[in-house]
């Protein structure tokens, strides 16, 4: 295999010229620049991508720490957030952080990130206060993408999980709805994405400026996926009295409390209205009125922000101003009217 040596001694210049050279800087005269053009095309030699990026004092990686591998919002922020950076000449590492101490502690409290990438982007990832600091000492740019996490010094990019959670539930009212249940993600889980508390606060918001107090009773904390979703449905058919409506903090969890339902005998939404939150892909499959929020959008934001000080090779302001983008109501055939007497 050719090398940059080989170029060199043809060319009658050094390495470091031989480097500058194919890499366009203004050191180098035109006529060494055409000599070591030729020698190169000559050999047949080809600059290795990591080895420039490296000689420029950058990886050409971006990390991105994610909760779990399985949540559509992390592969829908993420598939995009890799389109806008591959364009650009980076690749995006994963590391998933759920329910792995020892990966987490070496990633961030040994200092090995600053040496394998250029930045970080922070997706859907609850961190405990250590952590934030240990990452805020890292002196990577960085952003973060979803409610709960603030990292000083990073820009973030998310939607209003509260007002989207008041969104879907004064759909529910306007319709003559007012014993709503909300199945939502279970707090005690570490790694639960704190957009569930923001949505049931939404919630309880909608609730109590109709002057609905919120029945406790029709609160389930369960997993916040399709089997969380059904084992809470199941729940509130056992306490008898079910509600006409439910709403779920999230689209997966809304499908596992349909599907139950329809088990159950209860017809969906003649007798038991449901509406989620976030516009899974499967939701119009499923027929499921939903509040969408923008993921896409949201990486492709979120990488287009990591870029700007790449590019400039200085860091993002001390403290950035949060994007947050607007979601939307999206009424399919889970919603009614409840059914009169």
């Not at 050719?2 to 043809?10: C, K």
Request: charged share 20%; proline share 7%.
């Amino acid at each position: 295999m050719t090398t940059i040596d080989d170029v060199a001694r043809l060319a009658g210049v050094s390495t470091a010229t031989v480097s500058r050279a194919l890499r366009g800087l203004p050191t180098v005269s035109e006529t060494t620049r055409m000599r070591v053009l030729l020698a190169a095309e000559q050999l047949d030699y080809t600059v290795s991508p990591s080895a420039s990026r490296l000689a420029g004092g950058r990886t050409g990686t971006i990390a991105a720490l994610v909760p779990r591998l399985t949540p559509w919002f992390v592969g829908a922020v993420l598939d995009a957030a890799e389109e806008v950076l591959h364009a650009a000449g980076y690749d995006l590492l994963l590391h998933n952080l759920g329910g792995r101490e020892h990966a987490r502690s070496r990633l961030l409290h040994r200092s090995t990130l600053p040496k394998r990438v250029d930045a970080a982007m922070l997706v859907g990832t609850p961190m405990r206060a250590d952590d934030l600091a240990t990452i805020a000492g890292l002196a990577l740019p960085g952003v973060t993408v979803g409610a709960g996490t603030v990292v000083p010094g990073w820009p973030s990019i998310r939607i209003d999980d509260r007002a989207a959670g008041r969104t879907a539930t004064e759909h529910l009212l306007r319709l003559g709805h007012r014993r709503i249940a909300c199945v939502r993600g279970d707090p005690a889980d570490e790694f639960a994405h704190p957009a569930h508390q923001e949505r049931l606060h939404g919630y309880r918001d909608a609730l109590e400026a109709a002057g609905i107090a919120p029945d406790p009773r029709l609160g389930v904390e369960v997993p916040a996926d399709a089997e969380g979703g059904r084992r809470a449905a199941e729940r509130l058919v056992a306490r008898g009295d079910p509600p006409t409506a439910v709403f779920a903090t999230c689209d997966e969890l809304a499908m596992g409390v349909c599907s139950a339902l329809r088990l159950a005998g209860l017809r969906v939404p003649e007798q038991v209205s449901v509406i989620g939150l976030d516009d899974h892909e499967l939701s119009g499959a499923f027929g499921l009125t939903t509040v969408a929020q923008p993921a896409a959008e949201q990486g492709r934001l979120a990488a287009g922000t990591l870029l700007g000080p790449l590019v400039e090779r200085s860091r993002a302001e001390p403290e950035p101003t949060p994007v947050v983008l607007p979601t939307r109501l999206v009424v399919r055939n889970s919603t009614a009217p409840p059914r009169t007497a």
